[in-house]
């Protein structure tokens, strides 16, 4: 199954992060768009968080990210073995 055949996924999006300058992290979404990550309070104090996005940045992976809010989310492309029907 794709992920956007499934209805819970509908706000989640894949984004490549395309800079890093901290506190602002930017992103191309897979449509295109430039976009602003979102980055939480926490998130914003978290040295850990930081090292970790300049490691996708530098890998240049896809992330999943919220279509609506544009925060990055963890486990965004995971479902429930209960909501998938085969």
Not at 36 to 59: C, G, H, M, Y
Request: a negative charge; charged letters at 25%.
């Amino acid at each position: 199954m794709l992920i956007d055949q499934n209805k819970e996924l509908n706000n989640v999006t894949a984004a490549q992060i395309i800079e890093v300058t901290y506190p602002v992290i930017k992103a191309r979404t897979e449509t295109g768009s430039l976009v602003e990550v979102n980055v939480s309070p926490t998130e914003r104090q978290d040295p850990l968080f930081w090292e970790e996005v300049r490691s996708i940045l530098k890998a240049k992976l896809w992330v999943p990210m919220g279509k609506k809010y544009h925060q990055l989310i963890d486990n965004g492309w995971l479902l429930d073995n209960t909501a998938l029907s085969y």
